[in-house]
């Protein structure tokens, strides 16, 4: 599975992004699908996930509430919308995507994107 992740930028506090993350190669109804993410100098989080069908959906409770991830099978592409930014969302994030993958941890996702730069300025 190739995943290529976009929609990353420059966004001041409490602005909106929506970052999406398009999937090629295989079938990505296959896949649970997460959002990590990497500020610098830190470890790479988990921010969210949503299993292969859409159905369920889980958030690391710093982005709960602000953040809504979603996908369309049709489409292969998994979103991020974020809303209500602050500074400390800054980081490069990244998707994976994982065979039945619901989790948040790394080690569950067998593919990831080249991540994509958010930064909000305050």
């Known amino acids: 599975v190739q995943l290529q992740a976009s929609g990353g930028g420059l966004v001041q506090a409490g602005g909106s992004l929506r970052l999406s993350c398009a999937a090629s190669?295989?079938?990505?109804?296959?896949?649970?699908m997460g959002w990590f993410r990497q500020a610098p100098g830190k470890e790479r989080e988990f921010v969210a996930t949503?299993?292969?069908?859409?159905?369920?959906?889980y958030y690391q409770p710093s982005v709960k509430g602000r953040f809504t991830i979603s996908r369309d099978n049709a489409k292969n592409t998994v979103y991020l919308q974020m809303n209500s930014l602050k500074p400390e969302d800054t980081a490069v994030y990244y998707c994976?995507?994982?065979?039945?993958?619901?989790?948040?941890?790394?080690?569950?996702?067998?593919?990831w994107g080249q991540g994509t730069l958010v930064t909000v300025s305050s």
């Open positions: 190669g295989d079938t990505f109804s296959n896949y649970g």
């Open positions: 994976a995507a994982g065979y039945d993958a619901k989790g948040i941890f790394k080690h569950e996702y067998d593919y």
């Open positions: 949503i299993t292969w069908s859409g159905g369920g959906t």
